[in-house]
C-alpha cells in the first residue's frame, strides 16, 4: 500500500499542473468575488508633519475597523493616484487640518470626513484640557477616573441568516474546486485498469483493499492540501479574518473532503471512457455547487423542492459546517449533525462505488 501511494505523489510531483491550476483559480475567484476584503475601505494618506497625534488620528482611524490607511510618500503621488482612477479618495493630513481629493463624490467620502473630523476634535478638546489643567497626558488620565464602563455588544435572533461576504467567496470556491481536484485524481483508477495496471497489480502480492485505501488516501491528501493552501493564502497573505477559528475549520474540512472522494470514487465507477469522465464531472460539480449554495446562500432561495434537493448535497453540508465554526460559533452538538452526514456519504457511496467496480469488467 505505502508503494503505491508513494508512487501516485511522485507522479504529482512530476505533473503539479492541474493541482496548482485549481489552487490557483480557488484563490483568484474567491478574491474577485468576495476575499479581497471588501469590508474595508483602503485610504491613501500623506502626513505633512511626523507629529504623534497624527499618528494616533491614523491609528484611530483604522481601529474603527471601516478603513485601512495606507501611507503614501509624497502628496504629488496621492494626487495622481487619484486622479488616474487607482484610488477613489485620498486623505491629506496637516497639523490643524485635514483635506480629503477625490474625483467622483461618494457615500465612502462623507464617511471619511466624518470619522477624521471627529479625531482631529477629540485630540483638539484633549488638547485645551491639557492646557488648563496642566496635565501632560489628559486621555490617560480621563480613563483612569471613567465614571461609566461602556460594553457594546450585538445579538440576533436563533435562526437569523447573517452573510459574511467575502467568507463565504472563500469558501464556496474553495469546495467547489476542489471537486475538479480529488475527482481526477480518482480517475488514475479508471486510467490503470483501461491500461492494464490494475490487473498487474491484483496478480501481484498486493492485496485489493490496499490498492483502494492507497487511492482513496492519496485522493484525500491532496484535495485537503488543496484546500489548506487556499485558506493559509486568504488567513496570511491577505489577512483575512476567520474569527480565531482557523485550526478548527482546518478540521470542519475533512469530513467535506471525504465525501468528495467517495462521490469521484462513485462517479468513477459508473463511467467507462474518459470522455464520460470529462461530461459528468463539470456537470456534477457546477450542478452540486449551484444546489449545494456554493455560489449563493440557501437562504435566498424559495423554493421548496431545490432547498430538499440541497439536502442531497456534500458541498452543502462543508459550507454548512465552515460557516457555522466562523459565523454562527456553532457549538459541538450543532455541528454533529452535517459532520454525521457527510460521513455517511462517504461510506455509503465508498461502498457502492467499489462494489462497482469489482462487478464491471474493463477491457
Known sequence: MGGIFMVKIKYLLRNPGQFLLMTLLSIVFAFILGGSDINQIKVPTYIKYDDEVLSSIVTELEEEGVFTVEIVADEAELTERV???KSEFGLVLAENDFQISFSIDSHNIHLLEQSVESLYIKHEQYRVLEAATNISNIEEELNRHRVFEVET??????DTFVYERNLYSIFGFTLFFVIYTIAYSVFQILREKNKGIWDRMVI???????????NFLYSFLIGYVQVVIVFLVFR???????????????????????AIVALSIFIVSIVQTAQQFNAVIPIVSVGMAMIGGAYWPLEIVESDFMITLSKLMPITYGMELL?????????FEQMLSPISILLFMTVILTGIGIHFMERRYVS
Open 323 to 331: 460557516n457555522g465554526v466562523t459565523v454562527y460559533d456553532y457549538s
Open 83 to 85: 486622479r488616474s482612477g
Open 236 to 258: 496570511y497573505v491577505m489577512k483575512i479574518d476567520f474569527a480565531d477559528s482557523f485550526l478548527l475549520l482546518l478540521v470542519m474540512l475533512i469530513p467535506y473532503v471525504l
Open 204 to 214: 501481484s502480492p498486493v492485496k485489493k483493499w490496499e490498492m483502494y485505501v492507497a
Open 153 to 158: 455588544a450585538a445579538f440576533q435572533g436563533e
